[in-house]
């Protein structure tokens, strides 16, 4: 060998070595601005307010049926957790005439108490139609829960009545197409709430002590049943809600509209996952004209949300998909890789600093829930309650399968999207250290989860 081919390849080599390198680099800052949440004793709101990427203090898998909850109503939102209890939100009746919110210990399921109050907009109940969606948000003093008919209701952690609103009587209806599913977001002293009405839809802010509203925006005017989430960026958050065609930045302390985002279109379910550093992974789907008539991949991807040098905020594309679409579940990133599950079943796992594709894995069926990552697995909670396991994503891309929950009494449609009736449609799952927390609509399940 030449003197000049071996120096030619020894540049090309040390080229690859220095793009690894700086790959890492990028990651590693990525993850340090928006680090791993070490699983606790907590899971106070939906999707964890973003955080699903987790790091335990044992090895994490799921193991036997700890305890099973046949639930009175309906309802579709996820279980949320705090200081051992367990708060899950249903709706009642033909025309889900009652909303009911009900606290259980987390230990053995036993029922603690049970809230309820008169839908402020009984509409008649079918798998058409939202169904107790949105999930509550808890803190120390207690948990707040908006129901899709406009109730609004703060509780103790014992079920004490701290303040309600009726959103219908202060502004009015609240119908929408399919109903709501927004869940509400939260920091420290407000919760934010997102009604996409079909006119004049609005978001509020209200003081989560008292509930007087702070102040009250237009909405986005679009099909929606994604989340508003709270966003990291410089200096500070932002608010950003999406909805088909557009993503919107709001300033959280006065409800200014600081940003619009219009290159995406099919954006209706996923919600916002923040990465750090003004960035977030969005999702959309494709199929019934939601995708404009593009390419659906295109809008998949990452985000990011910078100013100006004279000091607007804008957003732009940090990557595009090329093949991974969404479905109802967020796509989500863990350990450097980005998870999208497409109608159909089929995961892609794609690196989150540039979009590359790792790999591309079909699934044993559509994915309703949100994934969660625990250590060096990602869990997948199928919507007919089988829940796959990846294990090393990056390089073994093992994948466990593991169906141990009781069949329900009706089962899922072999459509993918399709409603279902009858509680069989996993909708949601939270965990804390040592145990999931899988929803049907009629029935909760807990899960042990960690291998001492």
Request: hydrophobic share 40%; with cysteine; proline share 5%.
């Amino acid at each position: 060998m030449s003197t000049v081919s071996f120096l030619i390849i020894n540049k090309a080599d040390l080229m690859k070595r220095l793009l690894a390198a700086v790959s890492v680099l990028v990651a590693a800052f990525l993850f340090t601005a928006c680090p791993r949440l070490e699983a606790g004793d907590a899971w106070p709101s939906f999707q964890n307010g973003g955080t699903v990427s987790l790091s335990p203090s044992s090895p994490v898998e799921l193991g036997e049926l700890e305890w099973q909850i046949d639930l009175k109503g309906y309802g579709q939102s996820a279980p949320i957790i705090l200081n051992d209890q367990v708060y899950v939100s249903t709706v009642d009746g033909d025309q889900k005439d009652v909303c009911l919110v009900t606290a259980y210990r987390l230990a053995d399921g036993r029922q603690l108490w049970q809230h309820s109050m008169k839908n402020a907009s009984p509409t008649k109940s079918s798998s058409y139609v939202s169904r107790a969606a949105p999930s509550p948000v808890a803190d120390e003093s207690g948990l707040i829960c908006f129901f899709e008919g406009g109730n609004m209701v703060a509780l103790t952690a014992a079920g004490k009545v701290r303040w309600e609103r009726n959103l219908v009587e202060d502004y009015g209806s609240v119908d929408a197409r399919h109903g709501l599913s927004s869940s509400p977001e939260q920091d420290k002293d407000f919760v934010y709430v997102w009604v996409e009405r079909s006119d004049d839809p609005y978001v509020i802010c209200l003081d989560k002590q008292t509930g007087k509203t702070k102040w009250k925006a237009a909405g986005l005017g679009a099909t929606s049943w994604a989340s508003p989430r709270l966003v990291p960026v410089a200096g500070g958050h932002h608010l950003v809600l999406s909805a088909i065609g557009s993503i919107v930045g709001f300033d959280p302390a006065t409800g200014e509209r600081l940003w619009t985002f219009t290159d995406i279109s099919g954006n209706s379910t996923p919600s916002p996952m923040p990465l750090g550093q003004g960035r977030f992974l969005i999702g959309a789907t494709t199929g019934r004209g939601e995708s404009g008539g593009g390419r659906a991949a295109d809008s998949n991807g990452v985000v990011e949300v910078v100013k100006s040098a004279n000091e607007e905020w804008t957003a732009q594309y940090v990557w595009q998909a090329k093949r991974a679409t969404s479905s109802f579940g967020s796509p989500i990133v863990h350990d450097g890789i980005a998870f999208f599950v497409n109608r159909e079943g089929v995961l892609y796992g794609l690196d989150v600093t540039d979009g590359k594709e790792i790999f591309a894995k079909r699934l044993k069926g559509s994915v309703w829930a949100t994934p969660i990552g625990i250590g060096n697995k990602t869990f997948f909670f199928g919507k007919d309650g089988v829940v796959q396991t990846l294990t090393d994503a990056r390089s073994g891309q093992k994948l466990a399968t593991w169906n141990n929950l009781p069949q329900p009494m009706a089962a899922a449609s072999d459509d993918p999207e399709a409603p279902s009736d009858g509680g069989a449609v996993l909708y949601a799952a939270s965990y804390v250290d040592g145990k999931f927390l899988l929803r049907r609509g009629d029935v909760l399940y807990a899960v042990n989860g960690e291998v001492k």
